[in-house]
């Protein structure tokens, strides 16, 4: 019986199929941007429409548009067209029938954070006030691992994720909408983002802050504290998209994938983290489009809304590039992929999802 155990974990070993562990990861989210534009770029039935184009198609032609689809969308996220493509994999195109979805039913954003960081869609968490997490998340049980134990972070536009991560329980900063950064002893760009962040406009009031603070936070916080888990959630797409400001919300993505490419080149300069670290980007949920006029809108009564992307790159991502096989995979997965690239089994009191498997192989 002994040698039958030795056998099946050699089979099952990763280094057996080909995968590096991953010293560090990067999670990156961007609320609510539609795989429609991801791999198809601007749509047409949206920017001719004066109900959403904010009076400036001109503008929305100029910079996105192209005859050839494929031109498109890199003209929308260039990086993630070029360096993503060539080197990672991009998944979710469902031209192709490779489709991935929220598994929970509600297709808006806490649910699909939480399917993300736990692995469960917990049919409980209903709603985008729900009080804070009850179950373990990635992160938080990361947190908990030798090696990992307060080099953790989340940096994330929108406040509820002080209840999302449970930030009171978690015992990582989860640093969200206007919260400063730098504690006691900031840094010049520190005491700079805290000042600009208080002072600027705030289109979405307290609750959420403009990407570029966060983005800023997160990257002072990565040159200054070297975490292995880092989690940045961008939320711009998502609130212009129901503002119905599509030149807004198509710029709210290109800008989030320049930075990508800024945070990519910093992770490839640095030794600490060059040729050791993993990129995964993805989303909370999709939006409307059967309905063009319901693309400012997600829940199970909207269409399409479950429907989602992701992508990765770095160790232990092999380069495959846009993946175009027939498939079914769910955001439930993601939690314990996270684990495996990193060489961890994600365990919790909830259900976990299995990893995906094809990501690895």
Known sequence: MKYKFLLLFLVFSPALLGQKKAGNLVIITLDGLRWQEVFKGMDTAIANDPAFNQEDS???YKKFWHTDAERRRELLMPFLW??????GQIWGNRLYGNKIDNANPYWFSYPGYNEIMTGYPDTAINSNDHPPNPHITVLEFFNRQPGFKGRVAAFTAWDAFDRILNEKRAGFPVIAAFDTIGGKHPTSNERMINRLKNEAYKPFHDYECLDVFTHHAAM???KNHRPRLLYISYGETDEWAHAGQYRDYLNAANQVDAWLKQLWNFIQGDPLYKNNTTLFITVDHGRGDIIKKEWTSHNNKIQDSHEIWFAAIGTGIQAKGEVKSAT???????????ARLLGFRYKAAHPVAEEIIELFQ
């Open 58 to 60: 001109e503008y929305i």
């Open 82 to 87: 070029s360096t993503i493509r060539q080197k």
């Open 220 to 222: 002072e916080y990565l």
């Open 328 to 338: 079914q995979l769910y955001q439930k997965q993601f939690a314990q992929s996270f």
